[in-house]
């Protein structure tokens, strides 16, 4: 397999290149901290993968891309280079959350075993916090509940959920203890309810950003499983209502 990863989705700017199968691949990687060099950098990313690995454009057998929530016209860079790629190759596009791909990097650093859980949080501006919940089984992040955008103090943690095969549920959690925390909207702890807070076993990893290995890695898995949308299908995910980020003032 060989896939081209793309995250700008927030302050950081990467690409990686998946070389391999979903089990046993390398995500090669190129990152930077730049907020406002996305465009400048990610390009460059690109090809200098390439090249490394003596590949051209036409070898990739899908692309990939953090498709939110996140910064409204980083989301659109990642997404327009994907569209372009997946169009112009006819090869498949893969969206994968950005709040994900944090989630799998916070797991991945935690050496974590199976039934982790951890909850994302990305400052959304606006006093409001993207919010994903997920528990480690069978190797990735799975969704409890659903991603979604609010203010601080009206978070909540999900139950936990069981993994496939799990007769009687050996690795859910009833208790709503022994979570991990990642993401820059942790930042904002004081403001979430004491119920979220004190449920994490440990500080809140705050710096962590998306990455495109962490892109890679979760698109892999989900491109054996046959997954990939067209090039119209790639779109990015806002969570937060367009409209209002439209109408807020200063902006046309």
């Not at 397999?1 to 990687?29: F, Q, R, V």
């Not at 390009?43 to 070898?59: I, N």
């Not at 990097?105 to 982790?116: C, F, R």
């Not at 499983?225 to 790639?234: I, K």
Request: with cysteine; hydrophobic share 50%; aromatic share 6%.
């Amino acid at each position: 397999m060989k896939l081209l990863a793309l995250d700008t989705s927030g302050a950081g700017c990467s690409a990686a290149l998946w070389l391999g199968s979903a089990e046993e691949g390398l995500a090669h990687e190129r990152f930077e901290i730049a907020p406002r060099g996305h465009t400048r950098l990610l390009m460059p990313m690109v090809r200098s993968l390439l090249k490394e690995h003596g590949l051209q454009p036409a070898d990739l057998d899908a692309v990939a891309f953090a498709c939110g929530p996140g910064s409204f016209t980083g989301l659109r860079i990642a997404t327009g280079v994907v569209q372009g790629l997946a169009w112009g190759l006819n090869i498949p596009a893969i969206p994968v959350s950005s709040l994900a791909a944090v989630a799998l990097d916070a797991l991945t650093q935690a050496n974590a075993a199976q039934g982790q859980r951890v909850a994302v949080a990305f400052d959304a501006r606006m006093g409001e916090v993207y919010w994903g919940c997920y528990q480690l089984l069978d190797g990735a992040p799975v969704l409890l509940g659903k991603e979604r955008v609010c203010a601080p103090v009206a978070l909540a943690m999900p139950a936990a959920e069981s993994s496939a095969g799990d007769v009687g549920g050996a690795h859910a959690r009833a208790d709503n203890a022994d979570w991990l925390g990642a993401g820059s909207g942790w930042a904002l702890s004081e403001q979430m309810p004491v119920a979220v807070t004190s449920a994490l076993t440990a500080l809140p990893s705050v710096d962590l950003v998306p990455r495109a290995a962490c892109v890679a890695r979760l698109a892999a898995k989900q491109f054996a499983l046959g997954a990939g949308v067209s090039a119209e299908q790639a779109q990015p995910v806002y969570l937060r209502d367009e409209v209002t980020w439209q109408k807020l003032p200063g902006r046309e």
